[in-house]
């Protein structure tokens, strides 16, 4: 028996961001850029262990909003121009700098990693990621897991019950017309925990969660190991609390991996270096500066001088960090198993799209601590937390903590003085929701009732998402967070308008099911029980 089980736990969530309307959008990018950055180099990585029989274990939580931008036929299309885009920008980089050897280097390897993300998005995948996800979850290597509905900040949305279980309920039912199975894990989102919020997840089939250090920390009664092993609520769900000390090593931006002066630099870009007239083209708003994902330069230093990225030492230190990772998790597993009977586990829950997008190197760090894993399974053996309580059924009961992972732990980043108007409105649309399918308890499959319910819950959802006020609070794409919670608002009142005076308009209500066509077998009787 292994000293303990790494879980490591990637989180792959965007907010649902499809503008049919327009032929280009801005903030679409965010679902391209994440494609291009993140989820197709995992897959290159996954399939080069698979490939090397080297074995590894991971759980991937894929959020519904996500997932339904995967396989929208639309977002496809244009993630697929979107490549071409990047193609073409990278072979007039290639001519730009012929005459700079170093940054002739570098612009043909955006040139070859474009080359090598289409081929596996067009030819691999068949413009599916999804499909390729499924396949490390059939051969044994991925265990995908959901988030609740459209990630919404469930302790904020608890005054309205039936508002949570609609979150809950359609992320499970999601999860099964996607993947074609249930899931067995949530990730709530946020790691935003409740005492009662476990009784819903139970009762929706999910047999784990996961929550920050303190929510254990702070559990009723304290647990004898702490976040070594999980515990469960009264419920009969499982809560596995996150490592502290393996967060520090990838999320610290002062004492973490990412922070290495040899990395590549994220915000150094050369859509905000180069002249407009030649960028224009690749951008997707007039006289508005973006990423193209074309970096020449590595951190360097905390000063504005960035020195160029050299991609052998960049590789080298990704090796070395998870050397170093491996390193520190076996220690902390042995210190851990002297107290236990049992293995312990270290929960290392990150964003997936800290790795490739934010930290370029994080695939390769991730393939490299695998690559250590596999040479002494002794000590420390890579695990997924589905497994784990099938080998130790047996653990102790507790209630965890209200607690989050942002800022401070609890619930400040969604509510405070820039996001406290957001939520009696939502408050009041979850409400009234609740009353209308309560006032349409017979409608007929298909009618516009039917729609109108359906389209109107789509629109409340939407509206829900907790990454509006993160946005928000941020003061990042504060104009179009807003804009977002207000239109679906607006929507879902017109549409619950509409079924009041039995006024509803076919053609209207037709362009908002094209426009947010998120969840296309919407339960909404969820939003009445």
């Keep these: 028996m292994a000293n303990g089980h790494l879980l490591l736990i990637l989180h792959a969530h965007l907010p649902y961001v499809r503008h049919p309307e327009y032929d280009r959008f801005l903030e679409e990018r965010w679902f391209f850029e994440a494609v291009i950055e993140t989820y197709i180099p995992l897959i290159k990585f996954f399939d080069q262990l698979r490939n090397e029989g080297t074995p590894f274990k991971v759980t991937l939580s894929i959020s519904p909003p996500l997932a339904n931008m995967m396989e929208d036929p639309l977002l496809q299309q244009r993630c697929l121009r979107h490549l071409n885009l990047s193609l073409e920008l990278a072979e007039k ?142 419920s009969g769900v499982a809560a596995f609390g996150r490592h502290p000390t393996t967060s520090k090593l990838v999320w610290s931006s002062i004492i973490g991996y990412p922070a290495d002066y040899n990395y590549r630099e994220y915000y150094r870009d050369i859509g905000f270096d180069l002249e407009m007239d030649y960028l224009a083209p690749f951008q997707y708003a007039e006289g508005v500066r973006s990423h193209t994902g074309i970096k020449y330069h590595r951190i360097t230093g905390p000063g504005e001088h960035k020195a160029l990225y050299n991609p052998d030492w960049a590789a080298e230190a990704a090796r070395k960090h ?33 790795f490739g997008h934010w930290w370029f190197e994080g695939p390769q760090w991730i393939y490299h601590v695998f690559r250590e894993i596999a040479w002494s399974p002794d000590e420390l053996t890579a695990a997924t937390p589905g497994e784990y309580l099938t080998w130790h059924p047996i653990q102790q009961k507790a209630m965890p903590a209200a607690s989050s992972w942002g800022k401070k732990g609890y619930n400040e980043h969604w509510v405070n003085g820039r996001t406290e108007w957001v939520w009696r409105p939502l408050h009041e649309a979850a409400a009234r929701m609740r009353q209308a399918v309560q ?91």
């Excluded at 043909?108 to 490390?136: N, P, S």
């Excluded at 929706?204 to 929550?211: E, K, L, P, Q, S």
């Excluded at 050397?323 to 990150?350: H, N, Q, T, W």
Aim: net charge negative; glycine share 6%; with cysteine.
């Design 93 to 234: 980089e290639c001519q730009r700098t012929k005459d700079w050897p170093d940054v002739h280097f570098l612009a043909q390897m955006y040139r070859r990693l474009f080359r090598e993300a289409k081929e596996t998005f067009a030819e691999r995948c068949g413009l599916r990621l999804v499909k390729a996800f499924q396949e490390f979850q059939q051969s044994g290597h991925l265990e995908l897991i959901t988030c609740a509905g459209t990630h919404g900040f469930l302790p904020l949305l608890r005054s309205e019950p039936a508002a949570v279980r609609a979150q809950v309920f359609t992320a499970v039912q999601e999860h099964q017309r996607i993947f074609g199975q249930t899931p067995v894990g949530m990730w709530i989102p946020e790691c935003a925990f409740y005492p009662g919020l476990d009784e819903l997840l139970a009762e929706a089939g999910i047999r784990y969660f996961v929550v920050d250090s303190h929510a254990i920390d702070h559990a009723d009664p304290r647990p004898s190991f702490g976040v070594a092993a999980p515990v469960f609520t009264p």
């Design 322 to 354: 998870a050397l170093d990772f491996v390193m520190r998790c076996r220690g902390e597993a042995k210190r851990a198993r002297g107290g236990m009977p049992f293995s312990s586990v270290i929960v290392s829950p990150y964003d997936a799209e800290l």
């Design 439 to 529: 006032n349409h308890p017979g409608c007929i499959a298909g009618s516009l009732p039917d729609r109108a319910l359906r389209q109107a819950g789509r629109e409340l959802m939407l509206a829900q998402a907790s990454d509006w006020p993160f946005i928000i609070t941020n003061a990042t794409t504060e104009e179009y967070a807003r804009r977002r919670i207000t239109d679906h608002l607006n929507r879902c009142h017109w549409l619950l308008d509409g079924l009041e005076r039995e006024e509803i308009d076919p053609q209207k209500l037709s362009a908002l099911e094209y426009m947010d066509a998120i969840f296309p077998e919407l339960d909404y009787r969820l939003f009445a029980s």
